[in-house]
């Protein structure tokens, strides 16, 4: 199940634009592919339960400005000699608030997203309108969000142009667990996605996500890099074949490090077996066999605790990454082998002195 969540993923976002969401309770079956942006329900104040939940083709308009009134300063001061004067100041600061929120309603906009808070005047005005808002977004989900519908983030509602706005095809606020998310599906400019996570347990839903960006990361590598190799210790039992055969041929202490090299290479399907609890040995031994009548492709077989043509059972590498892990390994094995003299701190090596008896 998750298998098809990765490639589903790194096909639609070569991996830039994945978001991952982790709700925990259900199963992890119950984990799905939002092709889109998804993100938990924002702090609300009174009137958001009035305001509808599902919008069909609405515009989107990301906001990075405060909608509510801002308690003034501690060392503010006002002097005024009447009670009108009071009224007027009163009035000037509604005003603006009222004159922000009337241009963000003529601009057609349905969804409205604010990284800094939406207060409880706007969000009844909003929804006296059939206009939904949510403040406190993040700036991750709220860049997601215009990287997907398109649009800017705006930080005035003076001018606002259609070209500022972004567009999906749907959006719905859904019940996903204990939580509420909002999701955006049917973005033209689809260049993100989101994974929604599900487990038992907190531990269990970290796992998974350590898991998955693996998988993602070799799935981007596949299809950045279209040469593939079989997995499951096949590669490294070949190579370990080869290496064998070609130093046969050498007659000098080459042929020592050649074997040993080879040697070394049986390490990786050796610790696969111990892995999965297999008999080490005896698997081994039974891929040098298959190898050496030919069967290039023969590796380790977790389903069936033995060995398999894993060319043919699609269990696949990038050949990109085993050079690069071999290139590693060479590089660091010499700058071991360079190291002719060890430092040692003279400290490690002090004993305290003993307590005196009786003491």
């Given amino acids: ?30 984990s799905k592919l939002v092709r889109g942006v998804a993100f938990k329900k924002t702090f609300s104040y ?17 906001l990075n400005i405060e909608l509510e009134l801002k308690a003034e300063r501690d060392n503010a001061e006002c002097r005024i000699d009447n009670v009108e004067e009071y009224q007027k100041i009163v009035d000037a600061e509604w005003n603006i608030l009222y004159s922000k929120l009337d241009k963000m309603v003529a601009s057609g906009a349905r969804i409205i997203l604010s990284k800094l808070p939406i207060g409880d ?17 993040t700036q ?35 019940q996903i667990g204990n939580d509420r998310y909002n999701l955006f599906t049917g973005c033209p400019k689809a260049k993100t996605c989101t994974l929604i996570l ?36 096949a590669i490294e039992m070949e190579l370990s074949k080869e290496l064998r055969n070609y130093a046969k041929t050498i007659h000098g202490k080459e042929q020592l490090l050649i074997t040993a090299y080879a040697k070394a290479l049986e390490v990786i399907p050796r610790q696969l077996c111990d892995n999965a609890g297999f008999d080490a040995t005896t698997i081994l031994n039974k891929l040098r066999q298959k190898h050496a ?4 492709w023969m590796g380790m077989d977790i ?28 590089e660091a094995c010499c700058t071991i082998l360079s ?21």
């Fill in 293 to 296: 009548q030919g069967g290039k």
């Fill in 46 to 62: 009174a009137g958001f339960e009035m305001q509808p939940k599902t919008y069909n083709d609405p515009k989107v308009l990301s």
């Fill in 140 to 174: 991750e989900d709220l860049n997601r969000t215009v990287k997907a519908c398109g649009g800017t983030i705006l930080t005035t509602v003076n001018d606002i142009r259609e070209a500022d706005m972004g567009q999906c095809e749907l959006f719905e606020e859904v």
């Fill in 1 to 30: 199940y998750a298998k098809a969540l990765e490639v589903k993923a790194v096909v639609s976002t070569q991996s830039t634009g994945i978001g991952i969401k982790k709700v925990t309770g259900g199963s992890v079956t119950d």
């Fill in 339 to 359: 190291i002719d003299e060890t430092v040692k701190n003279p400290n490690s090596n002090y004993k305290a002195p003993k307590a005196m008896p009786g003491m």
């Fill in 121 to 137: 005047v706007a969000t009844q005005y909003f929804a006296d309108r059939d206009i939904f808002c949510a403040g406190r977004v």
């Fill in 303 to 330: 389903t069936s605790e033995d060995i398999a043509d894993n060319f043919e059972s699609c269990v696949w590498e990038p050949s990109i990454v085993k050079k690069n892990a071999l290139t590693a390994a060479c």
């Fill in 198 to 233: 599900r487990g038992g347990a907190e531990q269990f839903i970290d796992e998974t996500e350590r898991s998955l960006h693996d998988a993602i990361m070799i799935v981007r590598r596949a299809l950045k890099n279209d040469s593939i190799v079989a997995g499951g210790g």
